[in-house]
């Protein structure tokens, strides 16, 4: 059974750091592309950062977050990460880790598998 497990998120005053974490387990993590997304209240879910299965592999991010956030992915610890700097208060959302068979891609339907998420609050 597939389960992605989010942890790292919290509150952070703005223009603080925080790193999310998302460990896989039920299958064979490194044949997986792996985004995170994220919701705030009211708004649809959105894409922040996705990576490819393959070592080496390219990063894609939101325009939003480009130069602030940085995705990562370690293959031996099935973990892929989120490390979030200079945050600001529009940045308050639950952030969901997700993966999916393939390459990375912005939309979320694209994505088979998710976890529970966590919530990020960046206070001003």
């Known amino acids: 059974q597939v389960q992605l497990v989010e942890s790292g998120g919290g509150l952070v005053q703005a223009g603080g750091s925080l790193r999310l974490s998302c460990a896989a387990s039920?299958?064979?993590?490194?044949?997986?592309?792996m985004g995170w997304f994220r919701q705030a209240p009211g708004k649809e879910r959105e894409f922040v950062a996705a990576?490819?299965?393959?070592?080496?592999?390219?990063?894609y991010y939101a325009d939003s977050v480009k130069g602030r956030f940085t995705i990562s992915r370690d293959n031996t610890k099935n973990t892929v990460y989120l490390q979030m700097n200079s945050l600001k208060p529009e940045n308050t959302a639950v952030y969901y880790c997700?993966?999916?068979?393939?390459?990375?891609?912005?939309?979320?339907?694209?994505?088979?598998?998710w976890g529970q998420g966590t919530q990020v609050t960046v206070s001003s």
């Open positions: 990576i490819g299965w393959w070592s080496g592999s390219s990063t």
């Open positions: 039920g299958r064979t993590f490194s044949t997986y592309a």
């Open positions: 997700a993966e999916r068979k393939g390459d990375p891609t912005h939309t979320w339907k694209h994505y088979d598998y």
